[in-house]
Each structure stands twice: as C-alpha cells, then as structure tokens.
C-alpha cells in the first residue's frame, strides 16, 4: 500500500505538497533536452537521473505534462506481438510496470485483467496461432483458444456477433493489463523532479540549431538553450520537430478517436479486443468501458472528433455485446498517431548527431512507456542503442530490414 | 470535412472517398541512387500543412488530386490528374 497516504492521514500538516516543483525560467545550457512531457519523454528523463546520474536536463513541454497520447490511449498493456523482436521489448516493459507502483508510492491501478483478440476468419486465426507460437517460444503466457473458452471467460458476449462474423477462435494472454495511463506519467516525471530534472510546461520548441552535423541548441518559446544532447519524444508532432533538424520520416500522422460510456456495474473483467471489428474494450475500475477503434480514414494534425467513429463503433460494440443497447457514451476524444510503415517504432541514433528520436509510436506506444524511457536513456547516456532497441532503429528503411509488426496490432488501422 | 468535391461528380459525402496519401514524384527507377529510392518509398512529409494528395471516388471509380491541410483539414481545391500535376 502506498505509506505516503498513510503517513498523510496522520499528518497535521496540510495541504500535501506539490507532485512537481515549478521550475523559474530556463537556464543557459543543459547537458540534456527531452522534447515531450509525456509518459516517454518523463521516463526517459527519470531513468537518465535514477541509473545514470544525469540530472543537468530540461523536460521542455508546449502543453502541460500528459496532454497528448499519454492521456489519450485505451490503457493497455501486452506483450503478445508477433515479431521475436516486439515480443522481447514489450515483455521487458510489462516486467518494469508490474514494480512502478512501489517504486513511485503511487498507486497506477495496475490491474491485470487476461486480454483475448478475437478471430473471426480462418486468416485470422492463421496469425493468432503464429502469434502464440511465437510467444511461448519466448516464455509470453500467450494461447489459442476456442470460442466456447471465449464464452466461459465472457459471459455477456455474442459469439455469433449477430450473424456476420461469428467468433471462431482467439489468442489469449493472460498478463494483459490496463493501468492508469495519466499516473503513470505522473509518476516518472515527479520521480525525475526530485532528482533535479527541470519539467518546463508551456514552454514550446520553436526551432533546433544544428551545426557541423550536431545538435548545438533549441530555441525555445522560453528563450535559448544550448545543449549537445536532444531527445524527441512528441510522437504525433514528429514530422514537425524532425523538420527542424532536416531529417526525413517515414512517419504519417492519423487521429486515432476513443470513448467512454456511463459507469456500469462490473461485468466485464477481461479486456476484448476484435481486428475484424475494429474495436478494443475493457471496464476501467470506476466502471466506465473504455472503448477505441481504429485510426480515422485520412492523414490529419488535428484532435477532433467524428459522429462517424461514434456510430461505426457503437454497431460494431453492439454486435458484440448486444445487452448494451441502452448504455450512453460520455465522452469522446482523439488523439495523434504516427504511424510507421511496419507498424514499429522508432528508436535511436539519427543522422544528425546528438539528435534522438523515440517515435512512430502509432496506436502501440502507451505499454512501451516504461520500456522506451529505460532504453532511450541509456542510448542518450552511452551515444549507442542497446541491443534490446536495435531493431527499431531509424536506419531499418534504408537498410530495407523493415520490423513487421503490424499482425500484431489490435485491430486494422 | 464531411463533404468533398469530387471533379467529375460534385461534391459527395466523405464516405464515398478513399484517402490515397500524400501526392509525390516519382524519381526515375533506373537512374535514382538507392538513397534517393528508399526516400521515395518510405519516407514523407508528416508535418502538418498545405500540401497535395491523392484521393479515389469510390462510386465512381475516379482518382484525382486534392490540396488539402493536414492541420486544419480545409480543402483548396481538387482536380483530376494531368501531365502540368506531375510536372507543376
């Protein structure tokens, strides 16, 4: 249990104090700057202060701390994918957030739930056995298993889906989680800021100087700063920071739109997942379902909403789980995709020295977070990938070594 | 953007369009550097803005080009495709 609460119950000193310290303007010049003040970008800043004794770094943010797809994703947590090298990475994360609640003292409602993809033609299926081969191979509790298993976990489900697209099969993992997405940022950046990290919100890039093929400083809404060392970590704004150090991406921009309906009863404990459909669904401990679908139609830099994706994934819900004909929808909101070509990210080294990138990560980058700061600081620390991070390096596209990984997307985007 | 003008048809509902991605030129296969190659495979100009694209009318089976802002969504003006879009 987190003893701070405790300790804060039988305090006579309140209020609590601030999760952050509001840092005064910024300085001259950081050994480090991390672009993002997201999940990514906190724990890259964390894992460089905790494991490698560098704390001289500004946490520049144009929102506030969360605001983009850290906020925004459907909450889960994974690790059955389909290539040895995702498999590997994502296995790693789960391991990091099952320890992230005692290490913060910050409950992140990890909640192990089972996480079943559903299969609904013999394609379908074809992938979810490669799927489970491949992650039992590399020690993933991952299986198939038939519809009627489907039912004994699930009880309210229409394996029929009302005649269209009867269930047929699924893969089953066990340790497939949701957390609480916005904590978990939270948590690394408060982490990051007691060991001296500057996390300046509001404060957006504007531009970033380049000179003799390295990165010399950022200039900032704040003002200047010079710096050897920059990580960008904004996923959906990419293209834009990439643009600043002239480099090229393979990377497209798409909103990806999700929804919560009106508290439920507990019903639904395990998280449902169908490609063919195109919907992904779990009950957040309030009781909400917390529902999203695939990414929008067209490349768009924008957070809007669609009363099409409202109607598309009601229909789809609805033939899944006809009982919640009557339930309303709350609320509904977007977020920024960038998406890759082999539906991987992309991690590492750039052309352009002391330039890092940690990005493309599309509709897969929330159960990376832990993961994706713990490898990206070490690459900013020692100027070099570790091996865990080598197949999603930025070179992969010349090198035509693509990381198919889109098999394992949760449903087709 | 719930309405898109297709050249030949007018303007239709967006569900009747498919998003053909960004607009590009293709370099010419024999003489392009394997560098230059693989940027015309891969890579894109994300960021958003003005730019043009391709885009299908599903019903009518008709590709065309569309200018259109990736950030604000606005459409300037569509057109079918001609010898002056590759080159102009």
């Known amino acids: ?413 | 953007m719930k309405i898109l003008t297709c050249p030949i048809n007018g303007p239709r509902p967006i569900q009747e369009f498919l998003f053909g991605g960004e607009f590009r030129e293709m370099p010419d296969p024999d003489a392009a550097t394997d560098a230059r190659w693989t940027d015309y495979v891969y890579n894109r100009d994300g960021a958003p803005g003005p730019r043009r694209e391709w885009w299908y009318h599903l019903a009518s089976g008709t590709w065309f080009i569309a200018e259109r802002d990736t950030g604000t969504n606005d459409v300037k003006g569509t057109y079918l495709y001609t010898d002056e879009v590759e080159h102009g």
């Open chain 1, 1 to 413: 249990m987190p003893y701070r609460l405790l300790k804060y119950g039988l305090s006579s000193k309140h209020p609590d104090e601030r999760m952050f310290t509001t840092p005064s303007e910024l300085k001259k010049s950081y050994d480090a700057v991390i672009i993002g003040a997201g999940g990514h970008g906190l724990a890259a800043a964390y894992y460089l202060a905790r494991d490698f004794g560098i704390t001289d770094v500004a946490v520049l943010e144009k929102g506030y701390i969360g605001a983009g797809g850290t906020g925004r994703n459907t909450a889960i947590i994974r690790s059955n994918y389909l290539t040895p090298e995702g498999v590997k990475f994502y296995d790693e994360s789960i391991r990091l957030f099952k320890d992230l609640s005692g290490e913060f003292d910050l409950n992140l409602f990890y909640s192990e739930r089972g996480h079943f993809t559903l299969a609904h033609s013999d394609s379908a299926i074809r992938t979810m056995r490669w799927r489970a081969e491949v992650n039992k191979h590399l020690g993933v509790d991952s299986e198939y298993v038939e519809p009627e298993d489907v039912k004994v976990a699930c009880p309210p489900i229409d394996l029929t889906c009302g005649g269209d697209a009867p269930i047929m099969g699924a893969l089953y993992h066990p340790p497939g989680a949701i957390a609480r997405h916005d904590a978990v940022a939270w948590g690394y950046g408060a982490g990051a800021d007691e060991r001296g990290v500057e996390i300046h919100q509001g404060t957006e890039v504007t531009g970033i100087d380049v000179k003799k093929g390295r990165v010399v400083g950022v200039r900032t809404s704040g003002g200047y700063v010079r710096t050897p060392k920059v990580l960008s970590a904004v996923a959906g704004w990419t293209p834009s920071i990439a643009d600043m150090v002239g480099l090229r991406t393979p990377l497209t921009v798409r909103p990806l739109q999700a929804c919560v309906t009106e508290p439920l009863k507990p019903f639904l404990d395990k998280i449902m997942v169908s490609g063919s459909l195109h919907v992904y669904v779990s009950q957040s401990s309030r009781g909400e379902l917390v529902m999203g679908g695939s990414t929008d139609p067209y490349e768009l830099n924008s957070m809007r909403s669609t009363l099409e994706f409202a109607e598309g994934l009601s229909g789809h819900m609805l033939d899944l789980f006809p009982s919640l004909s009557n339930v309303k929808i709350l609320r509904v909101w977007a977020g920024l995709c960038d998406m890759t070509p082999d539906f991987a990210p992309i991690m590492g080294r750039t052309p352009v020295g002391g330039f890092y990138i940690d990005a493309g990560w599309g509709t897969w980058g929330f159960k990376a977070t832990p993961v994706s700061g713990k490898t990206m600081a070490q690459t900013l620390a020692t100027d070099r990938e570790p091996e865990l991070i080598h197949a999603f390096r930025l070179s992969r596209f010349e090198e035509l070594e693509l990381t198919g990984e889109k098999g394992a997307a949760s449903v087709g985007h």
